[in-house]
């Protein structure tokens, strides 16, 4: 009988997580979308909230290359798990 609980209360746990990671994560008002629509190795970043272009193709690892090279060149620090 706790199983069911434990399981619906795990589930229930993950979901309110993930949208409050959502919600955390949408409040940044820096954007990386791809130079150009199919664009795999070359990003662009806007710092209005807003992404320019309209992607037409799936993050690959050009993709981060280029975003990990954006973000040492602003000295954004990488961060690894959860902030405390």
């Known amino acids: 009988m706790a199983?069911?609980?434990t399981k619906a209360l795990r589930n229930d746990?993950?979901?309110a997580i993930d949208a409050y990671a959502h919600q955390q994560?949408?409040?940044t008002p820096l954007r990386v979308?791809?130079?150009t629509q199919n664009s795999t190795t070359a990003v662009t970043?806007?710092?209005n909230g807003t992404a320019?272009?309209?992607n037409s193709v799936a993050m690959g690892k050009g993709h981060v290359k280029a975003i990990v090279d954006?973000?040492?060149e602003r000295n954004i620090p990488k961060v690894?798990?959860?902030a405390a």
């Open 3 to 5: 199983a069911p609980v």
């Open 13 to 15: 746990a993950m979901k």
């Open 33 to 35: 979308v791809p130079t």
């Open 45 to 47: 970043l806007t710092t």
């Open 25 to 27: 994560f949408n409040r």
């Open 70 to 72: 954006v973000m040492k």
């Open 80 to 82: 690894w798990g959860m």
């Open 52 to 54: 320019t272009v309209t």
